[in-house]
C-alpha cells in the first residue's frame, strides 16, 4: 500500500491481531521456546502479528505457529525489530467494560554480546560472567544451521515502558472502555516507534480527512516511546544483533458475553500497521520514569519492609496455623516460606538482561514461586492478601486495601531446560477477584472469602486471633491437591471452592506428577486517589507499590519450597 497522506515516501502495510490460543497456543511456544511465557488460558494474550520488513529475525521466530495469513501478500509474524525509520501503529476499538485491559510492547530478546560489552567469542556460550561481576546464563540456541549469532541470546520478556491500559485512556480521553453491551464503540491509536519526528508526522495524519489515511480514524493518539536512550535503551535496528520485540494486550473478565466475543476475534476490533518513512529521522529525549501511585500502602515503606505489619503478622499467623494442621497428618512435614522483599521490576531487565516474566509497570510485578512436586496425598496452601478488596468486602480497618482492579493466582508446570532457568510451560489454572467499586461490576469473587472458609473447614478459625478474624476479608488462601477416589479431609474437596484440583495430564489440562508446579499471584493496579496518572508519555513504573507477598506452604518431605 503507499501512503497518501500528508508527506511522500511513505508505505505501509497492515498486520493483524490473533488470541494466543489461535497463534499456536501453548504448545507451539513450549516446542519452540520451552516456555508459555506465563500466558493465561482464562484470559489468553492477544498478539500483534506485524509484517516482514527488512529485519534479520533469528531462526526460531520463522515458524508456521508464529505466523500468520498474509493479507496484503506480506508475510506477519508474532516477532519483529523495527528500523529508526519505522513504526508500528495499532488501532483499538476499545472492548467492552471488564476489569482492565492493557497494550505494551515487549523487549522478547536480546543477544548476548549486549550484556557482554561486545566482546567476540567462539560458539554460545552457556553461561559468562560480565564486567560489573554479574552472572549471566546464555537462553537455548535454536539455530539451524549455527550462523545466527542472534539465536545465542537473553530471552528477556521485559518493559522498557508504561503500558497503554484502560486508567491511562480514561484519564487522557475520558473513557476507557465500550458499554458493556459494545455500544458506542470508540478507536484509540498506539504509535510504537523511536523515531519521535515520525510520530508526530502520524499524529497529524490520524485528523486528515476521511480518506487520506489509511489507518482510518481515532479519537486519541498514544505514543508508545522506544527509548534510545537511557536505562531502558533499546539495540533499535536491523541487523542480527538488534532487539526482537513483540507487541501484546491484555483483556481481563469482561462483563458480559459481547466482552467475551472481543476477546476471541481480536482481529475484527484490532488493526496493525507497519509504517516507513524515507524522511530523517529523530530521536525521543531521554523518557522520564516516575513511581506509580497506589491507594493503601500494605508494608508501610520502613524499614522492615513488611516484617512487622499488620498484614504480614496476620499471614504469618495464618499460615503458622496450616502449617500445625497439616503437620498433623501422618506421614507429611510442612514448612512455610513467605517472601517480604519487593520484587524486581520490569525496567531492570534490558538493563541487565533479567527475564522479567512479561511484567507491567502499571501492575505489581509477577510472584511467582516454586511449590515443586505435588503428589498425591500431598497439599501446597498458598495465602496471601487480597490486594482488590473494595468498599463492600470489608468493614474493619485497615481494610480495604482497594490497591487494584484485579487480582488472580495462577500454577503452571515448571521444567528444567539447558539454561537452568525454571520456565513456565504453560499456565493451567487459577481463580480470581475483581474489585467491584473499580471496575463497576462483579466477577464470580472465586478468592473473596476463601481465607475464612478454610479456616472454618478445618475448624481453625477460633484459634485465630481477634486480629486475624477481623482481617479475614483481606486476605485469600487457595489449597492445590490431585483428585483422589477416597477424599476424606477438606483439602481434596473441591466442592469447597478453595480446593483446585490438579489433574495428572499434561498442559493445559494437567500437570504430571514428576513435574514440578509453580505459582504465580498477579494483581493490576488501581491507579490511586487523587494521585492522577502520568500521561503516557512519561513511563512509569519505575519504583512499584510495595504490596505483600504470598506465603507458600509446601511438603518438606517431597521437597522444599523453591523460588
Given at each position: 500500500?503507499?501512503y497518501?497522506g500528508q508527506?511522500?515516501?511513505f508505505?505501509v ?12 497456543g501453548?504448545a ?12 493465561n488460558p482464562?484470559t ?6 506485524v509484517?516482514?520488513?527488512?529485519e ?6 520463522i515458524?508456521?505457529?508464529f ?8 508475510s506477519?509474524d508474532?516477532f519483529?525489530q ?5 513504526a508500528?501503529?495499532?488501532v ?20 548476548w ?14 553461561a ?9 546464563v546464555?537462553?537455548p540456541?535454536?539455530?539451524?544451521d549455527?550462523t ?10 521485559g518493559e ?9 485512556v480514561?484519564?487522557q480521553?475520558g473513557?476507557?472502555f465500550?458499554?458493556a453491551?459494545?455500544s ?17 508526522t ?9 480518506g ?15 527509548p ?6 533499546l ?10 520485540f513483540?507487541?501484546?494486550m491484555?483483556y481481563?473478565v ?8 472481543w ?15 524515507s524522511?530523517t ?8 520514569i ?19 505489619t ?6 504469618t ?15 507429611h ?8 522483599s519487593?520484587?524486581t521490576n ?5 538493563e541487565?538482561?533479567?527475564?522479567c516474566?512479561?511484567s507491567?509497570?502499571d501492575n ?8 515443586g ?14 490486594h482488590?478488596?473494595s ?14 482492579v484485579?487480582t488472580?493466582?495462577?500454577w503452571?508446570?515448571?521444567a528444567q ?19 467491584v467499586?473499580?471496575?463497576?461490576f462483579?466477577?464470580p469473587p ?5 481465607a475464612?472458609?478454610l479456616l472454618?473447614?478445618l475448624n ?17 488462601a487457595?489449597?492445590l491437591?490431585?483428585p483422589?477416589?477416597?477424599?476424606t ?20 489440562n494437567?500437570?504430571?506428577?514428576d ?8 494483581a493490576?493496579?488501581l ?8 500521561p ?7 519504583s512499584a ?10 511438603d ?8
Amino acid at each position: 500500500m503507499t501512503y497518501v497522506g500528508q508527506q511522500p515516501g511513505f508505505t505501509v502495510t497492515p498486520g493483524d491481531a490473533v488470541s494466543f490460543t489461535a497463534s499456536g497456543g501453548c504448545a507451539a511456544y513450549i516446542d519452540v521456546l520451552g516456555s508459555c511465557f506465563g500466558n493465561n488460558p482464562i484470559t489468553p494474550y492477544i498478539i500483534m502479528q506485524v509484517p516482514f520488513g527488512s529485519e534479520n529475525l533469528p531462526d526460531w521466530t520463522i515458524n508456521p505457529a508464529f505466523e500468520g495469513p498474509p493479507p496484503s501478500g506480506t508475510s506477519l509474524d508474532n516477532f519483529y525489530q523495527l528500523s529508526m525509520n519505522e513504526a508500528l501503529i495499532t488501532v483499538i476499538t476499545l472492548p467492552p467494560v471488564g476489569a482492565y485491559w492493557s497494550f505494551q510492547t515487549y523487549l522478547i530478546e536480546r543477544d548476548w554480546t549486549y550484556y557482554n560489552n561486545g566482546e567476540p567469542t567462539t560458539g554460545c556460550p552457556s553461561a559468562f560472567t560480565d564486567a560489573s561481576g554479574i552472572q549471566h546464563v546464555t537462553t537455548p540456541v535454536y539455530d539451524s544451521d549455527g550462523t545466527d549469532p542472534n539465536d545465542c541470546g537473553y530471552d528477556v520478556f521485559g518493559e522498557f515502558n508504561n503500558s497503554i491500559n484502560n486508567a491511562v485512556v480514561f484519564n487522557q480521553f475520558g473513557q476507557g472502555f465500550s458499554n458493556a453491551n459494545g455500544s458506542n464503540p470508540v478507536a484509540i491509536a498506539v504509535i510504537t516507534t523511536p523515531n519521535q519526528a515520525l510520530y508526530n508526522t502520524l499524529k497529524q495524519d490520524f485528523s486528515a480527512p476521511r480518506g487520506q489515511s489509511p489507518f482510518g480514524s481515532a479519537s486519541e493518539i498514544f505514543p508508545e516511546v522506544m527509548p534510545t536512550s537511557g536505562k531502558t535503551s533499546l539495540n533499535i535496528g536491523l541487523q542480527q544483533t538488534s532487539d526482537l520485540f513483540g507487541s501484546i494486550m491484555r483483556y481481563n473478565v469482561p462483563e458480559g458475553p459481547t466482552g467475551t466475543v472481543w476477546q476471541d476475534n481480536p482481529g475484527t476490533y484490532i488493526n496493525v500497521y507497519r509504517v516507513y518513512s524515507s524522511a530523517t529521522p529523530t530521536s525521543f529525549p531521554t523518557p522520564t520514569i516516575t513511581a506509580q501511585s497506589y491507594n493503601t500502602d500494605e508494608c508501610n515503606l520502613g524499614s522492615n519492609g513488611c516484617a512487622v505489619t499488620r498484614y504480614q503478622s496476620d499471614l504469618t499467623e495464618l499460615s503458622g496455623l496450616l502449617v500445625t494442621y497439616l503437620n498433623s497428618l501422618q506421614g507429611h512435614i510442612y514448612t512455610a516460606a513467605s517472601a517480604n522483599s519487593h520484587p524486581t521490576n520490569g525496567f531492570g531487565c534490558p538493563e541487565i538482561g533479567n527475564f522479567c516474566q512479561g511484567s507491567t509497570n502499571d501492575n505489581d510485578s509477577y510472584r511467582s514461586y516454586g511449590i515443586g512436586l505435588l503428589p498425591i496425598g500431598s497439599y501446597a496452601i498458598v495465602v496471601g492478601a487480597l490486594h482488590s478488596t473494595s468498599a463492600g468486602d470489608t468493614a474493619t480497618p485497615p481494610g480495604p486495601l482497594n490497591n487494584s482492579v484485579y487480582t488472580s493466582v495462577t500454577w503452571a508446570d515448571s521444567a528444567q531446560y539447558i539454561t537452568g532457568i525454571s520456565e513456565n510451560e504453560g499456565v493451567t489454572g487459577g481463580p480470581s477477584q475483581s474489585n467491584v467499586s473499580a471496575t463497576g461490576f462483579a466477577s464470580p469473587p472465586l478468592l473473596t472469602g476463601s481465607a475464612a472458609a478454610l479456616l472454618n473447614k478445618l475448624n481453625l478459625y477460633n484459634e485465630a486471633s481477634p486480629q486475624l478474624q477481623a482481617d479475614l476479608p483481606d486476605l485469600y488462601a487457595v489449597v492445590l491437591s490431585r483428585p483422589v477416589s477416597n477424599c476424606t479431609i477438606a483439602l481434596c474437596n473441591a466442592k469447597n471452592g478453595f480446593v483446585y484440583l490438579i489433574n495428572t495430564s499434561y498442559p493445559p489440562n494437567g500437570i504430571p506428577p514428576d513435574d514440578n508446579i509453580s505459582v504465580t499471584e498477579r494483581a493490576y493496579l488501581l491507579p490511586g486517589t487523587p494521585d492522577p496518572l502520568l500521561p503516557p508519555t512519561a513511563l512509569i513504573g519505575a519504583s512499584a507499590p510495595y504490596l505483600i507477598g504470598p506465603t507458600i506452604i509446601c511438603d518438606k518431605t517431597v521437597n522444599a519450597c523453591n523460588w
